[in-house]
């Protein structure tokens, strides 16, 4: 179970090593079109969020001893589940996706993939996981705690994506009809 562990936790870890070597490199694409950061100074919470969320993970497996790592196959489903997404949003997004809140007044927001459908897909993602990546190995305070603090950051980070997206592309007109992470499939008319 342990080699199971390291393997799944490596593969995250490279995908999130991944994805920052993405966002840096659009970030140049980015200011070369005029872009600017919204709320750059709530960035470094969120970072130390995620990386204590690893350590938390680390250190509660740990204690309980790494010959007994418990593995739950429904959070690992789920947690699996949810990679797609993350994927189709990425690739929706192109160069515009980052892990910062860049806009670039006067374009038109992206609406394809899962933009269609809902306002913010890749945060969907993070909320699963921040759930299911710890229950998969039994680390439940991992999974409780880091949650909650997850609910207060984006709390924090939809308002300020959500205003300057607003302010840059008249967001809310185009937006109206999405929900925030749960899709409505039908329209009231």
Same mark, same amino acid.
């Given at each position: 179970?342990?080699?199971?562990?390291w393997?799944?936790?490596?593969?995250?870890?490279l995908q999130?090593?991944?994805e920052?070597?993405l966002a840096?490199r659009?970030?140049r694409?980015?200011?070369?079109?005029?872009g600017?950061?919204?709320?750059?100074?709530?960035y470094k919470?969120m970072?130390l969020?995620?990386?204590?969320f690893? !350590?938390?993970m680390?250190?509660?497996?740990g204690s309980?001893?790494?010959?007994?790592?418990?593995?739950?196959l429904?959070?690992?489903?789920?947690?699996c589940?949810?990679?797609?997404?993350?994927i189709?949003s990425?690739?929706?997004?192109?160069h515009y996706?980052?892990?910062r809140?860049y806009? !670039?007044?006067g374009?038109?927001?992206?609406?394809r993939?899962p933009?269609?459908?809902i306002?913010?897909?890749?945060?969907?993602v993070?909320i699963v996981?921040?759930?299911t990546?710890?229950?998969t190995?039994?680390a439940i305070w991992?999974?409780?705690?880091f949650?909650?603090l997850?609910v207060?950051?984006?709390?924090?980070?939809?308002?300020?994506?959500?205003a300057?997206?607003?302010e840059a592309y008249q967001?809310?007109?185009?937006m109206?009809?999405q929900?925030r992470?749960?899709?409505?499939w039908?329209?009231r008319k």
């Amino acid at each position: 179970m342990v080699t199971l562990f390291w393997c799944v936790i490596g593969f995250v870890l490279l995908q999130r090593v991944g994805e920052l070597l993405l966002a840096k490199r659009n970030t140049r694409f980015i200011k070369k079109q005029g872009g600017v950061e919204a709320g750059e100074n709530h960035y470094k919470w969120m970072v130390l969020l995620h990386v204590t969320f690893f !350590i938390s993970m680390f250190v509660e497996i740990g204690s309980k001893g790494w010959d007994h790592i418990s593995f739950h196959l429904l959070p690992f489903l789920l947690f699996c589940l949810v990679q797609p997404l993350r994927i189709w949003s990425i690739a929706s997004l192109g160069h515009y996706w980052n892990t910062r809140i860049y806009v !670039i007044k006067g374009l038109e927001p992206v609406m394809r993939g899962p933009y269609k459908y809902i306002k913010h897909p890749n945060y969907l993602v993070v909320i699963v996981e921040l759930v299911t990546l710890p229950m998969t190995f039994g680390a439940i305070w991992t999974a409780v705690l880091f949650s909650l603090l997850n609910v207060l950051m984006l709390s924090v980070r939809i308002s300020i994506e959500e205003a300057a997206l607003h302010e840059a592309y008249q967001y809310k007109r185009w937006m109206s009809d999405q929900q925030r992470f749960v899709p409505i499939w039908w329209r009231r008319k």
